[in-house]
């Protein structure tokens, strides 16, 4: 069965780091656009960051300079590294894995696979 699993999340002071991982089985995620995804309370689910197959790497503003997105093929995995996490970070984080368009694009619909999601929690 083709899936997509997170892990990684928890709760942390304010000024913390965290690293999520997704990990997908039944194919190989080297050869997909992943993309990390967030979804705070209340509010739609917004982009993150994104990697290609060829591990280009994009992110949104408000990650640059804090959050880092990178593959290990290894391990089939994408992970998220998050330091200097602040209380708007605090939401639930998804991957998605699909086409050359969820990179390029940064859009959600061009996503294949979706994890369950892993939340995160920033507070003192």
């Known amino acids: 069965q083709e899936q997509l699993v997170e892990s990684g999340g928890g709760l942390v002071q304010p000024g913390g780091s965290l690293r999520l991982s997704c990990v997908a089985s039944?194919?190989?995620?080297?050869?997909?656009?992943v993309g990390w995804f967030r979804q705070a309370p209340g509010k739609e689910r917004e982009g993150v960051a994104y990697?290609?197959?060829?591990?280009?790497?994009d992110y949104e503003d408000f990650a640059k300079g804090r959050f880092a997105i990178r593959r290990d093929s290894a391990s089939n995995e994408v992970y998220l590294q998050m330091n200097n996490l602040e209380p708007e970070d605090t939401a639930t984080y998804f991957c998605?894995?699909?086409?050359?368009?969820?990179?390029?694009?940064?859009?959600?619909?061009?996503?294949?696979?979706w994890g369950q999601g892993t939340q995160v929690t920033i507070s003192s």
């Open positions: 998605a894995a699909g086409g050359l368009l969820l990179f390029t694009d940064h859009s959600q619909d061009k996503a294949t696979y």
């Open positions: 039944g194919f190989r995620l080297e050869y997909y656009a």
């Open positions: 990697i290609s197959a060829g591990n280009n790497v």
